[in-house]
């Protein structure tokens, strides 16, 4: 099992709509949660942290993490062309010095 | 200025050659890390230091060397390496080792091509 799961996509929403990206992980004493966007041929850019269950909105993104699921998801309202990239989810698994990556999911948001 | 440089943006090399690639970071941090990223699959860790003390060694070939001379320097050493190594190398830095809390903040990397 991966450490860390994400559909690849890609996913193709159009302009406005809300784009939801999951992920799944595999260890339940993961502390921290970190979604990273990545344009074509630029570093990841860290969007958003979660640390407790819920929710916690920051602009357009909201980031969801369900702990007894080991599920965390990252919301885009109003996409936009933009918002066009690759996410990556990272988790930080319990008592260890690195962050898990999953693999991306390509989002394409159309106008 | 951004907050970590990675020069070169890209390098092709042929097998028999040597290498360096080279990250700074301007942040302050303590921890720096190197991460491969190869098509369709997640990064992968290679190398961690903290305070200039390698921390972690993710069983990479003997054909990468990490340096790291300072906490604001690290360096990748490349030697005989395969087509298979081909990929985006990734240079991050986070303030403290431990990652609770402490985001990574990355380069732009260096797109290393292998002939």
């Known amino acids: 099992q991966k450490e860390v799961e994400q559909n690849s996509g890609p996913l193709s929403v159009p302009e406005g709509a809300i784009a939801s990206l999951n992920c799944t992980y595999s260890d339940r004493g993961s502390q921290s949660f970190f979604w990273y966007r990545q344009y074509s041929g630029k570093s990841p850019e860290l969007i958003m942290s979660?640390?407790?269950?819920g929710d916690k909105e920051d602009g357009r993104f909201t980031a969801q993490l369900n702990k007894a699921s080991q599920y965390v998801s990252l919301l885009i309202r109003d996409s936009q062309p933009s918002d066009s990239a690759t996410y990556l989810c990272a988790v930080t698994p319990y008592n260890n010095n690195d962050m898990r990556f999953g693999a991306g999911t390509r989002l394409t948001v159309k106008p | 200025e951004t907050g970590v440089t990675q020069t070169p943006r890209h390098l092709v090399m042929g097998m028999t050659n040597k290498k360096s690639l080279k990250c700074e970071q301007h942040?302050?941090?303590?921890?720096m890390y190197w991460y491969k990223q190869s098509a369709k699959k997640p990064l992968e860790l290679m190398f961690v230091?903290?305070?200039?003390?390698?921390?972690e060694n993710n069983s990479v070939p003997s054909r990468f060397s990490p340096e790291c001379p300072n906490s604001s320097h690290l360096f990748l050493h490349l030697h005989t390496l395969q087509p298979e190594d081909s990929a985006l190398y990734l240079c991050a830095s986070s303030q403290v080792l431990r990652t609770d809390n402490q985001p990574q903040h990355f380069g732009d990397g260096t797109r290393l091509s292998i002939l």
């Open positions: 230091y903290s305070l200039e003390e390698r921390v």
């Open positions: 942040l302050g941090h303590n921890a």
């Open positions: 979660i640390y407790s269950n």
